[in-house]
């Protein structure tokens, strides 16, 4: 994984807007209808394709494929692995239940009803295996062959692949005869996807909202003891499913929700990162330019938080459509540079991708690319006043 050396490099988290036309691929698909999977490879290919050079364009760094050619950010395992079907039961968010008309507010800023609903996903009905390794070869051999298209201006790429909790929390346990026994065969499976993206050259990063968001969804009623040690039985998992993956080549991204919300019943930071922390990766993703988590940063004054990771910073807020203007962003990567004390270890981000589900839009497209241009423009100048 690159350190920012000589400049402060950006990413983001992973996904990008999808066009319409694939969302309505992608929303059939998920609702059971027959959808002609030609058509669909070929809607995936283009919109890739033109996400690649957008992001190129925007001055993103670190790339990736924008997950256009998966219905979500964790759901899509249903056609990559065995045991899924029927429709689950998934808890509402406390702060949205707490304030009522937040809910609605979600509903409305979600816009089409021509949507990925994750709040509706399937359901384990059976074992959890993973059928063959070909969907996730051929999604790495993709971005390879349009990656060799381009005139190559970009450091470094990475996928995506989802945390074995937010499967369990988001996905129904209707099989196993308890919720260890249900992210131990999930973990198991999501090895094949860990090695193929690790075997593929790209920096993995594993999406695990679960190790936030879940304390006020899944385990919103209940101590937060609970809570923690769900979190150890899927670092535990996780760690065990990058066996072999060399620690530097992983990234983790945690959030407490991508939603525009009240968030006051997120978890502290500093409640998780004891366990957070034992992750075998080199590199944490966190949302940090959100109202409710900006101040988190002073944790990383002791150096012994962070330890010897990477820190990818959120500065683009991913739940509005205001544009941050690059000395915003400049201002909050200098923030966290100071308190780390080591700008080179820093990459700046967004706090969580934009389109986690198909349709599922919060920041209107053309918003997205001028947020990620203004991430790259803040970043040159903080890498002016923190590098020289």
């Known amino acids: ?101 937040s809910l609605e507010r979600r509903r409305q800023a979600m816009g089409s009803d021509e949507r990925v609903d994750l709040l509706k996903a399937p359901k384990a009905i059976g074992p959890v295996s993973y059928v063959n390794a070909t969907p996730i070869e051929q999604e790495c051999r993709q971005l390879q062959h349009l990656l060799a298209e381009t005139d190559g201006k970009y450091s470094q790429v990475f996928m995506s692949a989802p945390s074995p909790g937010i499967i369990a929390a988001g996905m129904q346990n209707d099989y196993y005869d308890d919720l260890e026994a249900y992210i131990d065969a999930i973990a198991e499976a999501l090895r094949t996807e860990y090695t193929a993206i690790a075997d ?64 006051d019943c997120d978890v502290p930071l500093a409640d998780i990162w004891p366990e957070v922390s034992q992750i075998n990766a080199g590199a944490i993703m966190l949302s940090m330019a959100n109202p409710r988590h900006a101040h988190e940063y002073r944790l990383f004054e002791d150096p012994a938080f962070l330890g010897d990771r990477l820190l990818v910073t959120g500065v683009i807020d991913t739940t509005t459509n205001y544009i941050e203007h690059p000395e ?61």
């Open 200 to 263: 593929a050259g790209f920096v993995l990063q594993i999406d695990a909202p679960d190790m936030a968001l879940e304390r006020h969804t899944l385990f919103q009623d209940k101590p937060l003891e609970d809570f923690l040690a769900f979190v150890r039985l899927v670092v535990t998992a996780i760690n065990r499913a990058l066996t072999g993956i060399p620690r530097e080549q992983v990234r983790l991204h945690v959030c407490w929700g991508n939603y525009e919300g009240p968030h």
């Open 328 to 388: 915003t962003v400049a201002d909050r990567i200098e923030r966290v540079a100071n308190a780390i004390g080591d700008p080179r270890r820093i990459i700046a981000g967004t706090d969580c991708g934009f389109e986690t589900a198909a349709g599922s839009k919060m920041v209107v497209e053309e918003v997205v690319w001028a947020k990620l241009r203004s991430l790259a423009e803040g970043a040159a100048i903080a890498s002016k006043r923190l590098l020289g």
């Open 1 to 101: 994984m690159l350190h920012s050396t000589n400049r402060i490099l950006t990413t983001h988290a992973g996904s990008l807007p999808r066009p319409q036309s694939l969302i309505a691929l992608h929303t059939a698909k998920f609702g059971g209808a027959q959808v002609a999977e030609a058509a669909l490879a070929q809607a995936v290919e283009a919109a890739t394709r033109a996400v690649i050079a957008k992001q190129i364009e925007a001055g993103i760094d670190i790339i990736n494929n924008g997950e256009l050619g998966r219905e979500s950010f964790f759901t899509y395992v249903q056609h990559r692995m065995t045991g899924f079907g029927g429709t689950g039961v998934r808890p509402i968010m406390a702060d949205l239940s707490r304030y009522p008309g």
